[in-house]
């Protein structure tokens, strides 16, 4: 394992004494809200327990409009509806779709350049915020300079990182993390790159790419290796369409061929179906989370898709319906949530159910 993912863990490691005290918090608030009858979001840690809980989310920048509302409304106001469910559960990962960096320069022949404020990151991390990946078509909108300075802020928030890095060998390299006895694999991968120089090299910086998944496929058996669970995100698929590209499903049954036990997809910016291949979950597309807002409206409708992993690598899956307002991820409830578990069902492998809990289940 590189050095830096050894600093890293060990930073993991304080991040998560800090978690456990939210998480207490937590417990009291959610108390509070009992008693005054209003509904709660909560993933229970499974702390004393087998399993570990994850909550996965979408694409997530703060530039542009959100950065406008967010200077208005302050960096607090994403997480203001989200209650305790991050704090409360074991790993939160997200889509970092953006450079977070003062500096750089804006990429050349893009429609959407992003650049968000280093000022974000304290309540990304604040809100429970673990782990992101940088494997995406944005994440060098500000050239290495950009990239660079994203990784140091991450870093200095105790956010740990995947899927871009100073080289190739720190891109392609899993970051491991612990959690209830268990080693945890994650790796984060691009089938989205706007040119052949965003691709990390042996001394170049850049993003981890899977046009062709060779280095992919080969870091995630090693991962399988030394961990218990191995989780990939891919950033994949077709902007606001919920239908799938061929090589999504290639690549993410080549994945779990490889040794993944988990596969969360992003970029289409709305939300795609679920399949269950070989026993192993994938979730095609996580949709938006901290995101502008479109004038498409199936890119409101968004979930946290959340997993309960065992050490053999067996995990449920469950949805919880949001919608990604301006900025802010809104929870639904009663026929809004329904409506968003019931598209989600109708776009998934025909023998996939879900209840009215969210709860995934395969036939």
Request: charged share 20%.
């Amino acid at each position: 394992m590189p050095p830096s993912r050894i600093e890293e863990r060990e930073a993991l490691k304080k991040r998560q004494r800090r978690k456990k005290i939210r998480a207490v918090t937590a417990i009291n608030i959610i108390l509070l809200f009992m008693i005054v009858g209003l509904p709660t979001l909560t993933a229970y840690s499974s702390s004393g327990s087998n399993n570990v809980t994850f909550n996965f989310v979408g694409d997530i920048q703060f530039s542009g409009k959100v950065e406008e509302l967010l200077q208005e409304k302050g960096y607090d106001y994403p997480y203001k509806r989200l209650g305790n469910l991050f704090r409360s559960d074991d790993l939160t990962v997200g889509n970092l779709e953006t450079p977070v960096t003062d500096r750089g320069t804006g990429a050349a022949n893009k429609t959407y350049i992003y650049k968000s404020s280093p000022e974000a990151l304290p309540e990304l991390a604040a809100a429970g915020m673990d782990v992101v990946s940088l494997a995406n078509n944005h994440i060098l909108d500000q050239g290495i300079q950009g990239l660079q300075d994203t990784l140091a802020h991450l870093r200095d928030h105790d956010i740990l990182s995947m899927g871009a890095g100073k080289n190739a060998q720190e891109a392609y390299a899993p970051v491991y993390v612990k959690r209830n006895g268990m080693t945890i694999a994650l790796l984060g991968y691009s089938r989205v790159i706007p040119e052949a120089s965003w691709y990390a090299g042996v001394n170049r910086a850049g993003v981890a790419g899977v046009y062709n998944p060779a280095a992919a496929l080969k870091a995630i058996r090693m991962a399988s290796k030394k961990a218990d669970l191995v989780i990939v995100t891919a950033h994949w698929g077709k902007e606001r369409t919920s239908v799938l590209e061929d090589h999504q499903t290639e690549l993410a049954h080549a994945f779990i061929d490889a040794g993944a036990d988990l596969v969360i997809g992003s970029h289409p910016h709305v939300l795609q179906g679920l399949e269950k291949y070989k026993g192993k979950w994938i979730a095609y597309s996580t949709g938006n989370f901290i995101f502008s807002k479109s004038l498409t409206e199936a890119t409101w409708d968004t979930a946290v898709f959340q997993a309960s992993c065992t050490k053999k690598g067996a995990c449920t899956m469950k949805l919880i319906p949001f919608r990604a307002a301006l900025g802010q991820p809104i929870p639904l409830y009663g026929e809004k949530s329904a409506k968003i578990l019931k598209k989600v069902e109708g776009m998934s492998s025909s023998n996939i159910s879900i209840d009215n809990k969210g709860r995934a289940s395969a036939g």
